[in-house]
């Protein structure tokens, strides 16, 4: 094969017969993409996620890896680091510091970075009907019922949290278990008598004790 030498070690092809040959290049450490999410919290929320904030940081710290600060008191901010593996930690994170922001409890919202399975669903009551001053206020008070009755009977026997917050009905749990506990609510406003709705949640909690 015929060569010409620009100096005395490295011989050039020209024929294009011989492809070049680099070394190795030394491996360089990369740090990961970082990434970061931020999470507002209501101005009604802003004195219950300070009070829990030691229970807050951490799950987010010791079991998804990330770093959490709390900027102007109003804004959660996430972030993940070199020493985050779950690819997931950041979603799981945001979901669970949503969850408290909305005004579930720490010990609850914890499942969403425990299960897999695990969902939050949000709706009004205008999207199933529309009602205005007294209306609105009675229909809240049928889903909340005398003493928080009717809501805790709701999430005993669907297995799920709900919140109220005004308009807004806030659900964590399964997926077939909010549906259940939606259904309930709905039927609330739009003016289901109680004791058919409360006879449905015990139907309803019997059905999931007879499955276990």
């Known amino acids: 094969m015929s060569t010409t030498?620009?100096?005395?070690?490295?011989?050039?092809?020209?024929?294009g017969s011989l492809a070049f040959t680099f070394p190795p290049q030394?491996?360089?450490?990369?740090?990961?993409?970082?990434?970061?999410r931020k999470i507002l919290i209501p101005p009604h929320r802003i004195s219950p996620v300070k009070a829990a904030w030691p229970q807050i940081i951490s799950p987010l710290c010791e079991q998804l890896s990330l770093q959490v600060r709390m900027k102007n008191s109003r804004v959660v901010?996430?972030?993940?680091?070199?020493?985050t593996k779950n690819p997931d930690a950041l979603q799981k994170g945001e979901e669970f510091v949503q969850a408290v922001a909305l005004?579930?409890?720490v010990a609850d919202a914890i499942a969403l970075l425990r299960l897999d399975d695990m969902y939050m669903e949000?709706?009004?009551i205008r999207d199933v009907r529309t009602l205005q001053g007294g209306s609105l206020a009675r229909?809240?008070?049928r889903i909340a019922g005398i003493g928080g009755r009717m809501k805790h009977s709701i999430e005993n026997a669907t297995t799920t949290r709900v919140v109220l917050a005004g308009q807004k009905i806030h659900i964590l749990g399964r997926y077939k278990d909010i549906a259940l506990a939606r259904r309930s609510i709905v039927n609330l406003i739009i003016g289901s008598p109680l004791g058919k709705v409360d006879q449905h949640l015990r139907t309803v909690a019997t059905r999931k004790k007879q499955r276990f």
């Not at 030394?26 to 970061?36: G, R, V």
């Open 122 to 124: 949000i709706f009004e």
């Open 5 to 15: 030498h620009v100096d005395g070690d490295h011989p050039l092809p020209i024929d």
């Open 139 to 141: 229909a809240i008070s």
């Open 103 to 105: 005004g579930f409890e």
């Open 77 to 83: 901010e996430l972030r993940t680091s070199r020493f």
């Open 26 to 36: 030394a491996e360089q450490d990369t740090l990961p993409h970082i990434q970061s």
